[in-house]
């Protein structure tokens, strides 16, 4: 069987980056319906009339659109990607979901409103729509192995987690903090508390969002560290996972797992210390995180897979984003989850489970 997908907001991540000779391929939602064998990109809609050309040059058989709802009742796709920015994607998905889809591949954050992102949840539950969030590491293999072996205890009790991103907490934090919860939570439950600060040595990220440094507590006791760097000076995605008998280090963009582990310290009798290069390592450059989305999403409309990436994750990843602005913008103030915005923890954690 082959799904026909359409691509609604063909931009960067959308569609142009399919051209960046560097990135592995396929590097757009666009791209990962053209190459997938199980799929075909039937369309594109943008409400810029430029992106046409771009499509031209990449996209040549799928058809243009400038408006939504004329595409989605002459296409009937099965799958949507929506690759508009934040605060475009519930209405987005909404007429997805009215137009009669199978499935929605929608950017990350899911929204910039908590209780429209939640109710847009339950709208797509309601309609039997897989709707997954595009943070992509949560269909990583490597990660998925990483998370269980973190549960596992590969290092033994995890006793200090520090994340680093750049450009913004809402724009690529919440890949970290979704990480995070995606490697923690099976073992530290979820997140009950944040503290936040700006960091005032950089400016670098998005209109309307901020680069913060934080403290994110979960139910267990365990923290994870948030830093902010800065993208001017380069780009960075950085884990690095203390537990009693090793440390587990992931760089986000080698797209390396390292696992050190403790042994006799070379230079002083009766101490233990980390070995000084890690003792195995999987480093796998060359994958496509949409290559694993694609088939993710396939594997979920043949009945083969429950969504890994889903809108219950993505809104609480949304509500920990949303209480570390709080917190920061309160000069550090702890913020606990039920405190956030207008959804508590419990509400979300309910909605997770439910
Ligand atoms: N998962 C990732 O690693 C990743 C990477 C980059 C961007 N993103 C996310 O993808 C989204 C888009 O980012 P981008 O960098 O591609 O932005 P972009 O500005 O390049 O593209 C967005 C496109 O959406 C179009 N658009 C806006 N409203 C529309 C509408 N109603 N109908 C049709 N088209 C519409 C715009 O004209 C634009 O071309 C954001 O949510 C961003 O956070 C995710």
Redesign the pocket.
Known sequence: MTYRAVV???????L??EADDRRPKPATHAGMWMHHPATELAAL????PE?EAVAREIAPEARCY?D?DEMLSAERPDIVSI????D??V??ARRAIDAGVKAIAC???ISDDLSTAQALVTEAAGAGVHLIV???RRFDPALRTLASNLQNGVIGEVLQVTGYYVYGLI?TGT?LIDLLRMTLTPFAGDVSWVAAWPNRMIHHHPDGDICVDGVIGFESGLKANIQSLDMRSYDHFELRYYGRSGLVTFDGLQRRIDYYEDVDAGTRSGFRELSATPLRSEANPDNS?FAFLADHLVDCLGGNATVASSGEDSVHALAILQAMSQSAERGGEVVTLTECADVGLHSVAALAKG
């Open positions: 609604i907001g063909a931009g960067r991540i959308g142009a980056l809609c943008d409400v810029v992106f400038g939504i690759a508009t920015h934040q475009s994607h209405a987005v950017e990350k954050p595009n943070h992509a724009s890949h995180y």
